[in-house]
């Protein structure tokens, strides 16, 4: 079954600190492969997509991911973390009927980033 | 910068009573999908739709839902006879197309059924 695992339901890092969240997928076919973020009262907000092509993916905010086919991952990486970065991270996966990858999306249980100043 | 926005933010309704969750997706956009997130656990799809039809509902979406796209520009969700269980956050979100794309989201609508 297509499904997405983050390990880490909650970290905590200071600020200027590096940060990796952990995302785990488990998909039969090629996966599309999103990272959202969601701060307080807002919506969830992309910050960087797979397809294809070069496995490491560059965001917005300074945050990029690697896609490892070989680990089934796609962790989310940040070299300095900023205050403001304290929110919910989602990674996701398009699964969608045929070729579709962009709206029906199984995501990840979410990871809290809190960040210490 | 064009975005989904989704009403109201809040909203209480009695076990039973029917809610209509609103939401204007991005202008150009041909897409729209609801899903919902029950507090604590994972963001779950609900339901994609285009050219008027459902294209893809999940085990979730039963009789009790429908969507609808009324005018051109607001999608609805609808719960005809809410539970408890329905108590959730409720985000729509839509796309210009369904592949190597991504999609927008609304701020999402929190439902809470007394």
């Known amino acids: 079954a297509q499904s997405v695992t983050q390990p880490d339901i909650h970290i905590t890092v200071s600020e200027g600190a590096s940060l990796e969240l952990r995302c785990n997928y488990s998909y039969g076919a090629t996966p599309y492969l999103f990272w959202y973020v969601q701060s307080p009262g807002q919506g969830l907000q992309l910050l960087l997509k797979?397809?294809?092509?070069?496995?490491l993916v560059q965001g917005i905010k300074g945050f990029e991911a690697e896609f490892k086919r070989s680990q089934s991952s796609f962790n989310l990486r940040k070299p300095s973390v900023h205050w403001s970065d304290a929110a919910e991270y989602f990674c996701a996966v398009g699964a969608g009927r045929g070729s579709s990858n962009t709206g029906k999306l199984i995501f990840g249980q979410g990871t809290t980033l809190q960040v210490k100043p | 910068e064009p975005e989904v926005t989704q009403t109201p933010s809040h909203q209480v309704t009695q076990m039973g009573q029917e809610v209509i969750l609103r939401c204007v997706p991005i202008s150009n956009h041909l897409y729209f999908y609801w899903y919902r997130q029950i507090l604590g656990q994972k963001v779950e799809f609900l339901v994609s739709f285009y050219n008027n039809e459902i294209s893809e509902k999940s085990e979730i979406f039963d009789d009790q839902f429908s969507v609808e796209r009324p005018d051109g520009s607001n999608f609805t969700l609808k719960i005809r006879s809410t539970k408890l269980e329905d108590s959730a956050m409720y985000f729509c979100?839509?796309?210009?197309?369904?592949?190597?794309?991504?999609?927008?989201f609304g701020q999402g609508t929190r439902l809470t059924v007394v």
């Open positions: 979100a839509s796309s210009v197309e369904d592949i190597d794309t991504e999609a927008f």
């Open positions: 797979y397809f294809s092509g070069d496995t």
